[in-house]
């Protein structure tokens, strides 16, 4: 499922809800459920966006516009995947 940005994909209250086919069949090889699947591609885009981000820009801006509403669960996560807060990636492009 790759697209341009977020408003391709179908979002509810708490992130991405819809999954196509074939997002859900990657998910099941990939050993995660839908739901994760798309948090990460979320996930992998906000990381993106913050490496190529402008200096004036902010984490939590980023952040909301991937879906991620609650900024201690996006630092988590960030942490979690990338091994460094999110903030880094907007000071190091290297990240």
Known sequence: MESNGPSSMSRGGSGVTNASPGAVASS???????????????????????????????????????GFAHQGRFAAAYCNAYDVPPFAALQDADC
């Open 28 to 66: 099941r090889h990939a050993g995660t459920t839908p739901r994760g699947h798309l948090r990460r591609i979320r996930l992998d885009r906000a990381h993106a966006e913050l490496k190529t981000a402008d200096p004036s820009s902010t984490v939590s801006a980023v952040a909301m516009k991937w």
